[in-house]
Structures are given as C-alpha cells and as structure tokens.
C-alpha cells in the first residue's frame, strides 16, 4: 500500500463506546497530523506528532486521545463522544516542518448517536 | 471578522470555463498560500503552493497572491468534469506555521 490509510472508512457509535481510529503512512515521512473536518466548519487541526512526540495539543477536549507507537502509524482512541463530534476525521502525513505539503488519507466518517 | 474568507459554491459551469476561485484574509503576517483539492469521500491534496506574493502556474491551475489586496485566487483553464471537486484555500505565517483554512469552493463542472 502507498501513501496514507485510514481505517475504518465509516463509524458509527454510541455515546458510551469506546472506539480507536487508525492512521498508517508509507511515505517514510516524521510528523503525523489529526484533523477534524465538520460541515460549514474550516478544517480543524486536532494533534501534531513529530518523531512520534506530541508537538501540537489544540484545546481537543480529553475524550480524544492520540497515540503515535512509531512515525508510521497513529491512532486516535474515542470515548464518551457526544453528538457534535460527528465529523470526518482526516489523518495527514509530512516531513517534520512542512505541514502545508502533508498527505492526507481518505478519512474515517464518524457519527455518534 | 474570520480569518480566511471563501464562498462555499455551490459554483457550477460548463466544460471548457475558466474558473475562478478566491480567498480573502485579514492577517498581513500570513506569507505562505495553498490551494488544496478534495474530491468527494477524500481527503485534500496539495494543489498549489505559493510563497508570499505574484503568480504560480501549473498546467491548466494558476494561483495569484495580491497580498496589498489581501485576496488569492486559482484559475483553472479548460476546466474538465474530472475538476469537480471542493477547493480549499489555506494560508499561514512564517513565524508559528499554523495552517488558517477557508470554508471551501464546491465546484461542479458540467459536460
């Protein structure tokens, strides 16, 4: 596989669940990035990794919580959400620095009922 | 007053049109502009990439920066029904590099 890949493609869960979201780059690249895309809603950084440390924290309520293992793969573990935290949530990929040329996967459709 | 202002479209033409898309922004800091595409049940991917004022081309895709105007547009000649897509605009700064995204354009190009 190439480039980056999200799984799942589509979620749909409850607001007592407990799910993970799953990001995987083959691009050799060393900063991973989350991002939540709502409607009408410009595209929102969540969480920067660089060399799989956080760098980047934007105010994400703890119900998200991120984890990067290793530079290729990040994970994003979701609990307690609440309906409004229905989005598209797009994992990117880069070279540390240039978060403007990051490669984006397809995303994963989450929808919390 | 947002950040970076961009009509969401619907925006619909023939094939063969040029488009115009554009951007507006109030922060004189921001230096780097980006024009990302995203097709449907996508995520976005790097159009176009300018540094700080003047002209880009690539193909069919031209992006302008009139940083005196504030305003950024990408032209896209020849405009193809595989050009239907949401286009959106991004800017940062040079100093904290934080990415400040427009709404995006839907586009739909009709043969």
């Known amino acids: 596989e190439t480039g980056v890949t999200q799984t799942p493609r589509h979620l749909v869960m409850g607001m007592t669940n407990k799910k993970s979201l799953k990001c995987e780059q083959h691009?050799?690249?060393?900063?991973m990035y989350w991002y939540k895309q709502s409607a009408k809603k410009p595209l929102e950084l969540m969480f920067v990794?660089?060399?799989?440390?956080?760098?980047e924290n934007n105010s994400v309520p703890s119900r998200f919580s991120p984890e990067c293992p290793n530079s290729s793969h990040l994970f994003l573990h979701l609990h307690t959400l609440q309906p409004e935290d229905s989005a598209l949530y797009l994992c990117?990929?880069?070279?540390?620095?240039?978060?403007?040329?990051?490669?984006f996967g397809q995303g994963t459709r989450l929808t919390v009922v | 007053q947002k950040e970076v202002e961009q009509d969401p479209g619907p925006l619909s033409v023939p094939e063969g049109a040029i488009v115009s898309l554009n951007c507006t922004y109030s922060?004189?800091?921001?230096?780097?502009f980006m024009w990302y595409r995203q097709y449907s049940r996508k995520g976005p991917e790097l159009l176009m990439y300018?540094?700080s004022s003047g002209n880009k081309e690539d193909g069919r895709f031209t992006a302008q920066v009139d940083k005196s105007s504030k305003y950024i547009s990408l032209f896209i000649r020849d405009s193809q029904p595989s050009d239907s897509a949401t286009y959106l605009c991004?800017?940062?700064?040079?100093?904290?590099?934080?990415?400040?995204w427009g709404l995006g354009t839907s586009l739909a190009v009709n043969p």
């Open positions: 990117a990929s880069s070279q540390e620095g240039d978060r403007e040329e990051a490669f």
């Open positions: 691009l050799g690249h060393n900063a």
């Open positions: 990794y660089n060399f799989k440390e956080q760098t």
């Open positions: 922060n004189s800091a921001f230096q780097y």
């Open positions: 300018t540094y």
């Open positions: 991004a800017m940062s700064d040079r100093d904290n590099r934080k990415l400040i």
